[in-house]
């Protein structure tokens, strides 16, 4: 069970970090919460003040640029700043990013929507046939032609760059990481193309994975281990045998994993904390989440505790000074100095950790595009942050019966796991 615990605070963590650099995230100065006696959810602030009171029966999402998902029995609804829903019904739906959501309506159209909710341009209105399509990242969208192949559009659905790609990522400052597979070798070339297209990094062929750009570093890895390399494709930290996995830089600093446990580095490659905590170190207003036998706390970037490791839970971590913990059986909110900064107490908040398990180490972004899935009747954790579904099922058995909805993200690595009832 503590592996367990120590893989969903792994994924909170990660979809910070993809929040800050992308600067995507929901607004967490309102945060989705649970009344205890009607059991309905509403949201508060930072300050711990009741901002929409609860009146949902179904838990809402964080906001992203304005507007929180909500998932009813008829479709997926969006929810104001005022606590307003809206009135749709999509069969599925995306939060906003970059002004544009993308929603699939009641009759089967996959469309981009704008914030007053009109129609953007649709997806099979195209002149290409699209099997599956991103979300919008530094002006394009990534989409699957029906060949397979990778290719981009621009937010007026016009394609920008021709799908020719085997694997595609989405754009992080201003690069994006595709391979190009020859179809008669079947050699694959791993390369950083720009906005227009354009390679500027072709990589060494020993490169066997690769992640998009943080602060001006991506990560790598070869046969040697994990490394970073920067934009003109130096390597700048040089590869680690011993780590098995690495962060992206978040903050000026990256985590990586050591022998199952957790250590840090700078941006020279500099260890700051050597691989003795059970979870990445990931620093938000210079403290991150540590945890150990006896609860959660902070420690600061020398790995000093600033706020004893006491609490049952951690909702969320520092952000503006502020955050939001487990004290006993409620939540509240502290300041950097470990004492409440409101007296309120919540039965329960929002915690993103069921989803995106495996971004936790694997730092892709939450708007991957999501296109394969399987179905199990059990889970089980194997080792310290491995999830794997037991007793497979049929799409068809699926619908019939409780099970677990594993989903795998384009380079087939579990990207989120839910329980269908």
Not at 44 to 53: A, D, Q, R, S
Not at 187 to 213: C, P, T, Y
Not at 337 to 353: P, T
Request: charged share 25%.
């Amino acid at each position: 069970m503590k592996n367990l615990q120590n893989l969903l605070l792994l994924i909170v963590l990660v979809s910070l970090m993809n929040c800050a650099r992308d600067n995507e995230c929901y607004n967490p100065e309102l945060v989705p919460f649970q009344d205890k006696e009607n059991e309905k959810w509403g949201f508060f602030n930072l300050t711990g003040k009741v901002i929409i009171e609860p009146v949902f029966e179904v838990q809402p999402t964080y906001f992203q640029e304005g507007f929180a998902l909500l998932e009813k029995e008829s479709g997926y609804d969006y929810v104001n700043l005022n606590g307003d829903t809206l009135g749709f019904n999509f069969q599925t739906a995306t939060l906003f990013k970059e002004g544009m959501a993308l929603v699939t309506k009641e009759n089967g159209a996959r469309c981009f929507i704008n914030k007053e909710f009109a129609d953007v341009f649709c997806i099979d209105s195209l002149k290409t046939e699209v099997l599956s399509c991103g979300l919008f990242s530094e002006g394009h969208a990534k989409f699957q032609a029906l060949n397979g192949s990778w290719g981009y559009l621009n937010s007026s659905g016009d394609i920008v760059i021709d799908p020719a790609f085997s694997k595609a990522l989405n754009f992080k400052e201003n690069y994006a990481f595709v391979e190009l597979r020859d179809k008669d070798s079947n050699k694959v070339d791993k390369l950083f193309i720009d906005i227009n297209g354009d390679i500027k990094i072709n990589l060494d062929k020993k490169i066997e994975a690769v992640r998009s750009f943080s602060e001006g570093l991506a990560a790598v890895k070869d046969s040697s281990g994990w490394g970073f390399i920067d934009t003109d494709g130096n390597i700048v930290i040089e590869p680690n045998p011993e780590w098995e996995t690495v962060t992206n830089f978040i903050n000026g600093y990256a985590a990586f994993m050591e022998k199952e446990e957790w250590g840090a580095i700078n941006k020279k490659g500099k260890t700051i904390l050597g691989s003795s905590l059970e979870i990445p170190p990931i620093f938000f207003n210079g403290l991150s989440i540590v945890q150990e036998d006896n609860g959660m706390g902070f420690i600061n970037v020398k790995g000093r505790k600033k706020i004893k490791p006491s609490y049952a839970d951690i909702a969320y971590p520092f952000y503006k000074g502020k955050a939001i913990v487990k004290d006993g059986k409620y939540y509240v909110i502290i300041s950097k100095n470990g004492k409440l900064s409101a007296k309120q107490e919540f039965y329960n908040v929002d915690q993103s950790y069921p989803y995106n398990v495996l971004q936790a180490i694997q730092g892709y972004s939450p708007s991957e595009t999501v296109i394969n899935y399987s179905y199990y009747r059990k889970v089980m954790v194997d080792g310290k942050y491995s999830v794997k579904g037991l007793y497979p099922l049929d799409e068809k058995a699926a619908l019939e019966t409780k099970c677990y909805h594993f989903v795998y993200n384009d380079f087939t690595e579990l990207a989120e796991i839910e329980y269908l009832v």
